[in-house]
């Protein structure tokens, strides 16, 4: 049926299609604001997703972690996210949790599109072999050449070079080509396995310093007087190689300086105090690296510091001094090697170390003001790190409760002690004016294809900004060698500008330790040094000669 109506004609048939029309266009706008919705809400995931591996590969673990429990519960991208987690977990140093979650994604067999080969590639760069181990296992039933490739390269990484070569030989034949390099690198690395040892630490100019023996799983040191036993257990981590500080050359010198002595030695390059020369040759046996480890009474090497306090505060009335070679300390007599008589000035008592003076210096300075500075020079404190290698520093006793230990502590005897590492810190801080960069052994290691992943990095402290009080205690320590009754006199030399200060420790049942510290040149200092010659008797004598004879080989260096 057809109405007409002035001239205008209506059927009910145009109007059903045209209300179907209208629905269909209204479910299709429907259809686009969700697909519009959905395509939004999944790029703002992947966009979270890339955030989250952005933040990973920096370092930023805590906030990755805080984004994955935003977006985990999202629809998108689940299984993306379950694999963040493990990730995570491993970034965390958390790998027994991560392996449980590879685990389980490796029995649901998903499959994400997560840029694998970047954290592969990151945890190769820094040396984490653990953690690519678990990755790659969790990676390698999906196949491809990067998986096979980091799979060959964790082999090499804990010493198994079969498996390895098995895997380098399911590469593809482009993968081969375009790797021709790496691969060059890792046959050499599995060369060396096969052979049963090889060597991975090295000085500062190459020389090979130890190798490791695969089949006894044990480190051999090739430089006498060191002890690289800690290497060892680094590699129970994977393979690496490591640069030292040291000059294998300068330590075989040392080691025939050594030959009717025993002790402990360092020798550090200033200013960032890299360890040139560490020697150990402890009368004790089974004293591992006796030179970072073995503490012992300083005796007055210890003085440079109390000079310092002394010389910083108001009251220095104390010079000049007559010394009779003893006195009375709350009811005990406090002696001296010998009676020194006049004492001109401070820089008269550090040279001939004179006790009474310093006993003097400490009781004017005060039990509180001397410990402090003693504690500023990091006794009492943790020891010096150095990647995984510890350097103990020294202690004493802060209960000082009568003018007599206080005397005992200012000349550095009674309960006090130090190492030869820490008294060559010392030195090292005195030579700067009171800069500290702590000393360091470790220049940097690289991975199983010689690619570095750690470098020191020297950060330097300043202990004391007061340049004139040091270069005051540099030139008495300078004049313990210019002045004829300076205990290092025989030390003397025109071509070397020397300042040092002895100390006499130990029992004279045993014989006592002769010690000294000191650095040079002394208006320029290139060298600053410490050793302990156990048993050798006052350092006036045998300890200067010593001395010497290493100055005259760092001279030629």
Request: proline content about 3%; hydrophobic content about 40%; some cysteine.
């Given at each position: 049926m057809v109405l007409d109506y002035k001239d205008v004609a209506?059927?009910?048939?145009?109007?059903?299609?045209?209300?179907?029309?209208?629905?269909?266009?209204?479910?299709?706008?429907?259809?686009?604001?969700?697909?519009?919705?959905?395509?939004?809400?999944?790029l703002r995931v992947s966009a979270a997703s890339a955030k989250i591996q952005n933040l990973l590969l920096s370092g930023?673990?805590?906030?990755?972690?805080?984004?994955?429990?935003?977006?985990?519960?999202?629809?998108?991208?689940?299984?993306?996210?379950?694999?963040?987690?493990?990730?995570?977990?491993?970034f965390g140093d958390r790998l027994p949790q991560a392996q449980t979650r590879f685990d389980e994604l490796n029995r649901l067999r998903t499959k994400t599109s997560l840029h694998s080969g970047r954290f592969q590639k990151y945890f190769l760069d820094h040396g984490e072999y653990h953690k690519l181990k678990i990755y790659t296992d969790y990676l390698l039933p999906q196949g491809g050449d990067e998986n096979i490739w980091f799979d060959a390269l964790v082999h090499s990484a804990f010493f198994n070079a079969a498996e390895s070569e098995k895997a380098v030989a399911r590469l593809s034949a482009?993968?081969?080509?375009s790797h021709a390099k790496a691969l060059a690198i890792l046959a050499k690395v599995n060369a060396d396995l096969r052979q049963g040892r090889f060597e991975y630490i090295f000085d500062k100019n190459g020389s090979a310093l130890a190798y490791f023996d695969v089949r006894k799983q044990k480190t051999y040191s090739l430089l006498p007087g060191l002890d690289l036993s800690d290497f060892d257990r680094q590699l129970k981590k994977g393979l690496s190689y490591f640069q030292l500080t040291l000059d294998s050359t300068l330590q075989k010198k040392i080691d025939r300086l050594f030959k009717d002595f025993f002790g402990t030695l360092v020798v550090l390059n200033l200013p960032q105090n890299r360890i040139l020369a560490a020697y150990?040759?402890?009368?004790?046996?089974?004293?591992?690296?006796?030179?970072?480890?073995?503490?012992?009474?300083?005796?007055?090497?210890?003085?440079?510091?109390?000079?310092?306090?002394?010389?910083?505060?108001?009251?220095?009335?104390?010079?000049?001094?007559?010394?009779p070679g003893h006195m009375a300390l709350g009811g005990k007599i406090f002696y001296d090697w010998t009676a020194h008589q006049h004492v001109k000035d401070y820089s008269s008592a550090l040279a001939m170390s004179c006790n009474l003076s310093f006993a003097k210096m400490g009781l004017q300075v005060g039990s509180k003001r001397l410990a402090a500075m003693l504690e500023l020079?990091?006794?009492?404190?943790?020891?010096?790190?150095?990647?995984?290698?510890?350097?103990?520093?020294?202690?004493?006793?802060?209960?000082?409760?009568?003018?007599?230990?206080?005397?005992?502590?200012?000349?550095?005897?009674?309960?006090?002690?130090?190492?030869?590492?820490?008294?060559?810190?010392?030195?090292?801080?005195?030579?700067?004016?009171?800069?500290?960069?702590?000393?360091?052994?470790?220049?940097?290691?690289?991975?199983?294809?010689?690619?570095?992943?750690?470098?020191?990095?020297?950060?330097?402290?300043?202990?004391?900004?007061?340049?004139?009080?040091?270069?005051?205690?540099?030139?008495?320590?300078q004049a313990t060698v210019n002045d004829e009754k300076g205990t290092s006199h025989q030390a003397r030399s025109a071509s070397a500008d020397l300042a040092v200060k002895t100390g006499t420790a130990g029992d004279r049942r045993y014989g006592f330790?002769?010690?000294?510290?000191?650095?040079?040149?002394?208006?320029?200092?290139r060298y600053a040094f410490a050793f302990r010659l156990e048993g050798a008797g006052k350092p006036e004598l045998t300890g200067v000669l010593f001395l010497r004879d290493l100055v005259n080989i760092l001279q030629k260096k």
């Amino acid at each position: 049926m057809v109405l007409d109506y002035k001239d205008v004609a209506f059927s009910f048939q145009k109007r059903k299609i045209r209300r179907r029309r209208q629905r269909l266009k209204l479910a299709l706008l429907i259809l686009a604001l969700g697909a519009i919705f959905c395509g939004y809400r999944y790029l703002r995931v992947s966009a979270a997703s890339a955030k989250i591996q952005n933040l990973l590969l920096s370092g930023r673990v805590s906030e990755a972690e805080k984004k994955i429990n935003a977006s985990a519960s999202a629809f998108f991208l689940r299984a993306q996210f379950r694999e963040l987690r493990a990730l995570s977990d491993l970034f965390g140093d958390r790998l027994p949790q991560a392996q449980t979650r590879f685990d389980e994604l490796n029995r649901l067999r998903t499959k994400t599109s997560l840029h694998s080969g970047r954290f592969q590639k990151y945890f190769l760069d820094h040396g984490e072999y653990h953690k690519l181990k678990i990755y790659t296992d969790y990676l390698l039933p999906q196949g491809g050449d990067e998986n096979i490739w980091f799979d060959a390269l964790v082999h090499s990484a804990f010493f198994n070079a079969a498996e390895s070569e098995k895997a380098v030989a399911r590469l593809s034949a482009a993968f081969r080509q375009s790797h021709a390099k790496a691969l060059a690198i890792l046959a050499k690395v599995n060369a060396d396995l096969r052979q049963g040892r090889f060597e991975y630490i090295f000085d500062k100019n190459g020389s090979a310093l130890a190798y490791f023996d695969v089949r006894k799983q044990k480190t051999y040191s090739l430089l006498p007087g060191l002890d690289l036993s800690d290497f060892d257990r680094q590699l129970k981590k994977g393979l690496s190689y490591f640069q030292l500080t040291l000059d294998s050359t300068l330590q075989k010198k040392i080691d025939r300086l050594f030959k009717d002595f025993f002790g402990t030695l360092v020798v550090l390059n200033l200013p960032q105090n890299r360890i040139l020369a560490a020697y150990s040759k402890p009368r004790s046996p089974g004293v591992a690296n006796a030179v970072f480890s073995e503490a012992y009474e300083p005796g007055s090497i210890v003085k440079i510091i109390s000079l310092l306090a002394y010389l910083r505060q108001d009251n220095q009335s104390l010079f000049p001094f007559d010394c009779p070679g003893h006195m009375a300390l709350g009811g005990k007599i406090f002696y001296d090697w010998t009676a020194h008589q006049h004492v001109k000035d401070y820089s008269s008592a550090l040279a001939m170390s004179c006790n009474l003076s310093f006993a003097k210096m400490g009781l004017q300075v005060g039990s509180k003001r001397l410990a402090a500075m003693l504690e500023l020079f990091h006794f009492n404190s943790r020891p010096f790190q150095d990647w995984f290698l510890t350097f103990r520093t020294g202690t004493f006793n802060r209960e000082l409760n009568h003018d007599f230990a206080l005397a005992k502590l200012a000349v550095g005897i009674g309960e006090i002690s130090l190492t030869t590492i820490h008294a060559a810190m010392l030195a090292a801080v005195f030579s700067q004016n009171g800069l500290l960069f702590p000393p360091y052994l470790i220049e940097d290691a690289k991975s199983v294809l010689y690619l570095g992943y750690y470098s020191h990095d020297s950060r330097e402290q300043r202990l004391l900004s007061d340049d004139i009080n040091f270069r005051r205690v540099k030139k008495a320590m300078q004049a313990t060698v210019n002045d004829e009754k300076g205990t290092s006199h025989q030390a003397r030399s025109a071509s070397a500008d020397l300042a040092v200060k002895t100390g006499t420790a130990g029992d004279r049942r045993y014989g006592f330790d002769a010690l000294v510290i000191g650095f040079f040149p002394a208006r320029n200092p290139r060298y600053a040094f410490a050793f302990r010659l156990e048993g050798a008797g006052k350092p006036e004598l045998t300890g200067v000669l010593f001395l010497r004879d290493l100055v005259n080989i760092l001279q030629k260096k």
